[in-house]
């Protein structure tokens, strides 16, 4: 039973909606003001870099109250709250008069962000079951990566000369989304909880959640993914380019064959989770798809190596579509571990995991990259998937029960 047939169709279509439109619309206000034309062109390039520490730092530092809190109040008011939240703070970037302010816009998205990814992921979890838990998380990934790429590609496209549009008229464009998916949300979207215990306090739900051994065990494997993940949204645009020489139509090629192998791999490698009841195996081998391809990009960089690199070209897609295995099966392993009256508080805690990879992989990535340049980022990028890899090895599977023909 996927999408399609499931009783909350419309409820978990209405959320990857509006996660694809607050998404798009954070991505789209920082490819604003990276523009020359906003604020006249006087924001200098460390006020972008610490707008983009800010944000994931607030959302580090809310999320698990937000998680917690919906659990004792219902999912619903949070997460529209939390649209109307990133709305302000995008019509506050586009009416920012100085780096202050914009500093404070970016901490609110942080928060805003912070009540949104884990009442979603929360309400997502309370729609699903065992058979169709991959796919709905599947899908949630997707909405999250067209944000992104969405977002940043469009805000892009619309400043260049030919369309001439303003990071003005963008960023109120984006609030303005935001706001209107709010309002969407408030009379459209149902609440999922529908058990509430107000007598259990948030730091006792992060308490239990905390010290349950399978989220712990999740550690090692879910925070070096992500790590990594936060090394190549930092680092790729110069990675590319001081070490491969791509014209547009290579860039086109090789993301392309990527980008609709990835999408093609979380659907199929979500429903074949789902079908055979397995999470383990496809976390794994989505790891050793991730490790594979970032270990051929590496070797593709330098004089000539777009030329091994193309040699090889039909390793690209497979091994895309091979990592997708990874975050719809990641993503159904944490709802199947979690209660069902613990559950924001366990999605709270993911998103503390993926904060914390936000910042190692940068971090760490840079110095390695610094100090030993492309080498350095491989070897880094490889003991990533190697913890990744062993720690996968320690979780415990979750179900035994018998696939379930569909």
């Given at each position: 039973m996927g999408l399609r047939s499931s009783e909350h169709k419309w409820n978990l279509i209405g959320l990857y909606f509006v996660t694809l439109i607050m998404r798009a619309s954070f991505y789209i206000s920082i490819a604003s003001i990276g523009d020359a034309n906003y604020m006249d062109g006087s924001l200098e390039l460390w006020a972008i870099t610490a707008v983009l520490v800010v944000y994931?730092?607030?959302?580090l530092a809310t999320v698990s109250f937000f998680g917690s809190y919906s659990d004792r109040i219902g999912r619903k008011p949070i997460f529209t709250g939390s649209l109307f939240i990133t709305g302000i703070a995008a019509l506050m970037f586009a009416f920012a008069p100085d780096v202050i302010v914009l500093l404070v816009a970016s901490s609110i998205f942080g928060i805003g962000a912070a009540a949104k990814v884990s009442t979603t992921?929360?309400?997502?979890?309370?729609?699903?079951?065992e058979h169709n838990r991959a796919r709905l998380m599947g899908y949630y990934d997707l909405s999250t990566l067209f944000g992104l790429v969405g977002g940043?590609?469009?805000?892009i496209l619309l400043?260049?000369?030919e369309f001439g549009f303003t990071p003005f008229i963008i960023l109120l464009a984006a609030g303005t989304a935001c706001i209107v998916s709010g309002i969407v949300s408030q009379i459209g979207i149902k609440e999922t909880k529908?058990?509430?215990?107000?007598?259990?306090s948030v730091t006792e739900l992060l308490r239990t959640v905390a010290s349950d051994k399978r989220i712990q065990q999740l550690i090692p494997v879910y925070v070096p993914i992500i790590s990594m993940y936060?090394?190549?949204?930092?680092?790729?645009?110069?990675i590319l380019h001081e070490h491969f020489s791509l014209t547009a139509t290579d860039m086109i090629i090789l993301f392309g064959l990527m980008g609709v192998a990835l999408i093609i791999g979380i659907v199929t490698m979500g429903h074949l989770s789902d079908h055979l009841m397995k999470r383990r195996p496809f976390i794994g081998v989505g790891l050793f798809g991730f490790g594979l391809l970032g270990f051929l990009l590496v070797s593709g960089?330098?004089?000539g190596g777009m030329d091994l690199l193309w040699s090889v070209w039909p390793a690209l897609p497979i091994l895309g579509f091979i990592a997708g295995a990874f975050p719809p099966a990641a993503m159904a392993y944490l709802t199947d571990i979690s209660s069902a009256d613990s559950r924001g508080t366990t999605m709270g805690v993911y998103s503390i995991f993926f904060g914390s990879g936000m910042i190692i992989g940068p971090t760490f990535g840079g110095i390695a990259y610094g100090l030993y340049g492309l080498v350095g980022l491989g070897f880094f990028v490889a003991l990533l998937i190697a913890i990744a890899i062993i720690g996968t090895y320690f979780m415990p599977e979750v179900h035994a029960a018998e696939p379930k023909i569909e």
């Open positions: 994931p730092v607030s959302e992921l929360s309400m997502i979890a309370d729609m699903s079951e940043f590609g469009l805000g400043l260049t000369p529908t058990h509430i215990h107000v007598d259990i936060g090394m190549l949204v930092g680092y790729a645009k110069i960089s330098g004089p």
